[in-house]
C-alpha cells in the first residue's frame, strides 16, 4: 500500500492509496506557516501512522506531492515561500529513514498529471497536459507516458507564459502571465475593479461568488466570466498549438464551475489554432476530484518505482 503525502499552502493531507488510486482511509492538518520542520516531519509521520491502522495495512512506500519549488531526485525543498521552515530541508530522506521505505517526491501539479494520465480521465493518453486553475495556475505534462521534465529535473512554469505584456505585473516579473490574467485572483480583481459603482454584489467578490452570479444569469457576472473564458482560452490555445497533445485535462477550483468558460475556450482555441489537428485534441475535465493532488503524490511513487516502463530516463533517484 502507497501512503501519500500532499504538501499545501494551507494544509497538509497525508492517506493510503491502493494500486487502483482509490483512497483507503485519510487525514489532513493545517499547513501552519511557523511550525518548526521537525514538528512538521513527526506530525506526518504519526498522521502517515495513523492513516496505516485506519486502512488496517503497513506502508510499502512514500509517495509526496508539494507546492514547489522542490527538487523531484534529491528530495529538497527550495526557496518554498509557503512553508519557509522546511526551505532546504529534505522530507524524502527523513521520511524513508523513519519508515524504512522508499520515498519519492514531485511538484504537485506534476502529481496531478501523473495520476489524471494514470487513473483519471487521461488514462491512455500518450500526451496530455494537465492544468489546474486555482490561486495560480500550474500544470504538468505527459509525453509519451512520460512526465515531461526540463534541465536537471526542471518543472515547467506554464502560468507565466505571456499572454498580453500590456497586462498585470506578476510575481515572476513579467507583465499579463497567464496566472496574473486568469487565475481565480485575477478573475475577482478585474470584477472589483470594473464592477459599476451601483452593482449590489460588489462586495467580497471571489472567483467563486462571481461564478455563482453568472449562473443565476447576473449580467455583470456574465461579462466577467466571458472575460475569464477568453484568457483561459488563449493560454489553452498556446498549448495546443506548441504540444498538439491527445488531450488537455483542466482541474483545479475554478474549473468548478467549467461550464460557464467550457463554451467559450473552445471558441478561442478553435479560431487561433488552424495549423494544427485541432479537432484531435480532447478537452477535458479532470477526473479525482477533490482529493487529486493526495491520489497524484501515490502516483508519484508508482511512476518512480513501480512501473519501469513508465519511470524517466535520467539522473538516479535519491536512495530510500
Ligand atoms: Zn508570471
Known sequence: MIAAVDIGGTKIAVGMVDEHG??????????????????????????????????????????????????????????????????????????ARIFNVRVALENDADA????????????NKTRLVYITVGTGIGGGIILDRRLYRGVDGAHPEIGHQVIDPAGRLCSCGFR????????????????????????P???????????????????????????????LGLGLANLVNLFTPDAIVLGGSVMK???????????????????????????????????ANLIGAARVWHHRFGQPELSLAGPVPAKA
Not at 176 to 197: D, F, I, M, R, V
Open 22 to 95: 482509490t483512497i483507503l482511509s485519510k487525514r489532513e492538518s493545517p499547513s501552519e506557516v511557523d511550525r518548526p520542520y521537525s514538528a512538521g516531519l513527526e506530525l506526518v509521520a504519526s498522521m502517515l501512522r495513523e492513516t496505516a491502522r485506519d486502512a488496517g495495512t503497513e506502508i510499502s512506500g512514500i509517495g509526496i506531492g508539494s507546492t514547489g519549488p522542490v527538487d523531484p531526485f534529491t528530495g529538497e525543498f527550495g526557496d518554498v515561500d509557503f512553508l519557509p521552515q522546511w526551505r532546504r530541508k529534505n522530507p524524502v530522506n527523513d521520511l
Open 112 to 123: 496531478g498529471a501523473l495520476a489524471e494520465a494514470g487513473w483519471g480521465v487521461g488514462k
Open 176 to 199: 499579463g502571465c497567464w496566472e496574473s490574467l486568469a487565475a481565480g485572483p485575477a478573475l475577482a480583481a478585474w470584477a472589483e475593479k470594473n464592477a459599476p459603482n451601483d452593482y
Open 201 to 231: 454584489s460588489r462586495k467580497n467578490l471571489t472567483a467563486q461568488r462571481i461564478c455563482q452570479l453568472a449562473m443565476e444569469g447576473d449580467g455583470f457576472a456574465r461579462e466577467a466570466v466571458k472575460r475569464e473564458a477568453y484568457y
Open 257 to 291: 464551475s467549467s461550464s460557464l468558460f467550457l463554451e467559450g475556450i473552445r471558441e478561442i482555441i478553435r479560431r487561433g489554432c488552424r495549423f494544427v489537428p485541432v479537432e484531435k485534441t480532447e478537452i477535458l475535465l479532470a477526473s479525482l476530484g477533490e482529493d
